[in-house]
């Protein structure tokens, strides 16, 4: 558990200076109106598109991976617009982190918040799975009105960074968790708690399965999904957020809770979370991260690179 952070004078050195001016900028954005913004990110987004070569590539290569079927003309246009909606995240950090709540509500439109309160009958905590979609901050921020919940993440190497993300994402949350606190997740599981968990994404060879995503046969997937939700306190749901082409919000999803899972076979389970987040992709493919080497892990450390 991370408590709640505190400023420090020492925030103030000047190595941070380029920082605080970065954040500066971005907390003075966030006052303009919201359309504005996201037609700022998407002109952001094709910026990106010439500074970044390298992540074009990346998200080029993992849509034509996930969609052989797609012809070069349509993953094209898949990854430029998935770039706009990376210049929008940007942006969205400083919605999710600063705006009050009065202002922010007005953007939320839940989906299913049943299925999340037949999730914590009788006490159970919630295994709460979401996926990396660009505005994960935005998502993290209205969930919190629905309910608050905890959180696993990667701390940031940037003390001031890592002051202001933990401040942000705790806003209308309770508390966060890093990501190698495995018992502090249990806990939270254990106290009834909403615990968020994000699944995938390529973490290496350790504790994880070589499972089906999309047409990759074998990528790399974490099974901690199946050890938080083989805890006898909890129930997993899946949530999503997307958000609306015309300006209005951000539409909040809340999936019916998993039956009979974890089943004690890790690729099968894992093979049914990636077939979660596919179905959730397909809602909104070009709000999905693949600048993220989602396939960089092979099976046998031998095998030639997806990405070569």
């Not at 617009?81 to 705006?99: M, P, Q, S």
């Not at 390529?202 to 974490?222: E, L």
């Not at 809340?254 to 076979?265: A, Q, V």
Request: charged letters at 25%; one cysteine or more.
């Amino acid at each position: 558990m991370i408590e709640q952070p505190k400023f420090k004078l020492y925030f103030l050195h000047p190595k941070f200076w380029l920082t605080w001016l970065g954040v500066i900028f971005l907390y003075s954005v966030s006052w303009l109106p919201y359309r504005f913004q996201v037609f700022l990110g998407k002109g952001l987004g094709r910026l990106l598109m010439k500074a970044l070569p390298r992540r074009v590539a990346i998200a080029r290569r993992n849509l034509t991976l996930a969609f052989p079927d797609k012809s070069s003309d349509e993953i094209d246009h898949l990854v430029k617009k998935n770039l706009e909606n990376t210049g929008v995240a940007y942006f969205e950090v400083g919605i999710a982190w600063w705006w009050p709540n009065w202002r922010i509500k007005r953007k939320l439109h839940v989906h299913g918040e049943e299925n999340l309160r037949d999730a914590q009958q009788d006490g159970k905590g919630v295994l709460m799975l979401l996926f990396h979609f660009l505005s994960l901050e935005v998502h993290a921020r209205l969930h919190g009105f629905v309910e608050p919940a905890v959180g696993l993440y990667r701390p940031h190497n940037n003390a001031v960074m890592e002051y202001l993300q933990t401040k942000g994402r705790a806003r209308s949350n309770k508390y966060m968790i890093q990501r190698r606190d495995v018992k502090g997740m249990l806990n939270a599981i254990k106290n009834g708690d909403i615990a968020g968990y994000l699944p995938d994404q390529d973490y290496g060879r350790r504790r994880v399965v070589f499972a089906p995503f999309f047409a990759v046969p074998d990528a790399s997937t974490t099974t901690g999904t199946m050890l938080f939700a083989s805890h006898k306190n909890c129930n997993v749901i899946v949530s999503r957020c997307v958000r609306r082409d015309d300006g209005t919000g951000y539409d909040v999803y809340y999936e019916p809770k998993l039956i009979n899972f974890p089943t004690g076979d890790d690729v099968a389970d894992a093979t049914l979370i990636n077939q979660l987040v596919e179905q959730a992709v397909l809602k909104a493919p070009e709000q999905y991260l693949w600048v993220h080497r989602r396939f960089k892990t092979r099976p046998e450390e031998d095998m030639p690179s997806y990405y070569s």
